[in-house]
């Protein structure tokens, strides 16, 4: 376990100093408000810094270094699994004011931001110039780049586009000693050294904090079809899913909802889908305008093949929002149904996703706790939601049995234990399970190399007791 | 509020709502305050969390909570975008009667909110040496009666108001047709009494019959605010009996906020009595979509139409869309929407008088938004947000006219 130092009013001024009073909290109320993020648990930091550039990051760092001050880069703090808080207290780095796009170059096919820039910005500007930033995560109003970067957040659109991780060709990163690295350029291919960018894309702010990313863009698809299809099974929607994937298409959005999404969906917003559906897919294809509808209507044949009873379809915007809606509403109708719910996000290979889904179900039937099951499950990613009836410690005992059996289950199929969320503190319990013992341990000694003092997110990624 | 939550700081009355809130950060991209500022603390998510920590006992919730917690525009924003359907709004005002109790609210606030802006006749009164105040000297008494809040604001308020105000000249005719009570609320009634005037001329047109009960002035919006809740449930119990036995089968008000507040604050604050009255309260744009009967006149509009929403009006009464299909609905008006048409004002009633700056840079956004749109009229359905707006504008040089939707509508009617 490393060695902490301590905030002394020395160092604190020192900081304040770099980042200027405005920009340097420390009261009370400030402490409860930087303690969270959306996994909902609770750790406050010592001080809040709010860095407007690279080079106060740097300073920052090179001052945590010298005094071993922890320090937790936050983004707009959306995270699901504790990435952003700071387990042992010190430092949280609010890359908020660090939001500018810095340039949109429609030649380049390339846009390069500062981490503080929330996504839907980006998505705004860039659309502007008829280019498209496919990665987006649900949480897009909200979240920020920089997060997006360090989580390699993902959504729908990731099965035919891929994830934020295919979407950054360069970085600018501060090191925990301070050290401003520069990684990738604003070029397509790049085979000049090791790929440092994409390992600290998705390293959840335990390896740099990210200060510049250049993203790449492509062009706006003309047109999008939007279809909602109803099934009488659960098991028949997701062998669709399945059997639209191996008939070669890839469509921009492949949308799953088990029955148990779908009741909670229906109780809590009444949007009255009939009692007979007990599976959804929703699917979106996109390209020009001829292409999009002609896969979208063979599609269709595919779904109606494997027993869907309704299948709706929608161009414009208006209407694609509306068969959008029971998708849009599960999280919150899931907020309500249970008292506490823990949203794991596993991967599967797309052809074992209907044997996944029965297999979840019958879990949950072991250990008597409810699950909805819903997901992108087009790239094989499902969010499967404990729902549990409180917090208390035989509840979290129970999901944390359950947990592992889910995770026993992925993990023995070739899936993954999380595609979008990460580790964070919240899934270091698992993440052995799912990784090789070399693969774990080459990870830790690339942790060490990075930040051999343990100053960033400490806690985070990696289980204690297993040391390099 | 119970007699437990007048106990001095004690927030455990809102800690089962407050668990509602699962942190999910989905109303930071809507709330005007952390646009801007992009501090967590001073976020609807972040406001809550404070508020969580207080009634946990876990934070002394004192000068800067309360100031933390002062910093909202009430705009709503926050209470409708929460996919988890925690009533922020009312939590927050909640939090602001808890407050209220222990921090004290500055006694000629007090007075002025709960004595005054209740009633038309004080308030006539009131404005009228405020008017004089403001005219001799921006400070002096305005400064005594806002206490912290920065006074010129308030005092440019007073300065312009006009006189006489809509209530000192109105003559309730008798008239047939279906009686529509009309609740006119302090700023029509004061500043713009020819909005008021169109309001029942429409009304009248429409073959509606007002009613206008005399010495109402204020909905309570501002006693929410200060947290002077008690005082709040008094005045909605006021204004209900102002309207009963008269015959009236609708309420319409053109503020937008006292819509909001009546339709949706007076339930939590008067519970049935107040859910009864709600149902039939309406906005001038709720009531002109909802009452079955066409607008008036088919004369034309020539030119470019920008529709401000209020924030009570888009996001309290959701009628964003509504007020936007009337103006296209009438003849001539070319609607033109400008990009991020869904922004604040910056007014949020007190907010303005406690943060003038932050406030003027709210409205100077907007007022950028507008322009850049370049439109020939900007109506809008709440004279807060017409009077901000008009400020902005002159400060911008523009000569912009700002016309509330019933001066719009009536304005055809006399083209015609
Ligand atoms: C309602 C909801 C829906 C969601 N939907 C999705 C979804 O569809 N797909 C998905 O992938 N995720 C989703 N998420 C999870 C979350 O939004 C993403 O993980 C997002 O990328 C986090 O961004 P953030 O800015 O909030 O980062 P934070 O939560 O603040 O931080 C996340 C992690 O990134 C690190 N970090 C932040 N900024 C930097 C930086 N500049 N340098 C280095 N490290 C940094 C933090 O230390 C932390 O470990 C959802 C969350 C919510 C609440
Ligand atoms: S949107 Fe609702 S649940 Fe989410 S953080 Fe805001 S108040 Fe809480
Ligand atoms: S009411 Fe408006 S200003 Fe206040 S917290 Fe909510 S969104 Fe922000």
Redo the contacts between chains.
Sequence with gaps: MAEYGRLTEEIKNELKEIVGGKNFHESPEELVAYAYDASAFRFKPDIILRPVETGQVSRIMKIAYREKIPVVPRGAGTGLTGGSISLKGGIILSMTAMNRILSVEPANLVAVVQPGVVTEDLHRAVSKHGLFYPPDPASLKSCTIGGNAAESAGGPHCLKYGVTRDYILGLEAVLADGTVLRSGAKVMKNVVGYDLTRLLVGSEGTLAIITEITVKLIPMPKSTVTTLAYFGESKSASEAVAAIISKGFLPSTLEFMDETSIRVVEKFTGLGIPSEVKGILLIETDGDTEGAEKSAAEIEGILRDKGAFSVETAEDEKKRDKLWHSRRSIAPALGQAAQFKLDEDVVLPVSLIPEGVSKIKEISEKHGIPVAIFGHAGDGNLHVNLLLQGMEQKHMEAAEAMLKDICGYICSRGGVISGEHGIGFLKIPYISMGLDPAALSMMRRIKNIFDPCEILNPGKMFPPEIKA | MSKSGEKKGDYSGLEQDLH?C?????C???CPIYRET????E?PR?KL??LQ?AAEG???AAR??RQ?MLFCLGCGRCAAAC???VDTTSLFYDARAVLSGYMGVPPVQRLLFSTFFPSHKLMSAAAFFGNIAGKISAGGIIDMIFGESKPALMAGFFKSYSWPSFMASYKEKKSGGEKIGFFVGCLDNYFYPETARNIVRLLEEMGYAAVVPQDLSCCGAPLLSLGLKDEAKDLARRTIAAFEDRGVTKIVTGCATCADIMKHAYPHLLGETGEDFAENVYDLVGFLTHCGRPLPGTGKIEGKVLFHTPCHLGQGLKLADEAKDIIKSVPGAEYVEPEDNDTCCGFGGIFSFDNPEFSAELRDKRIKSILDAAPDMVVTACPACRRQIDTGLRKAGSSLKTLHLADFITKNISGG
């Design positions: 509602r699962l942190k999910c950060g989905t930071l991209s809507v992009r501090l967590e603390t976020s972040g969390a404070l920590a876990d934070l002394d800067k909570f933390l996919p988890n359907c």
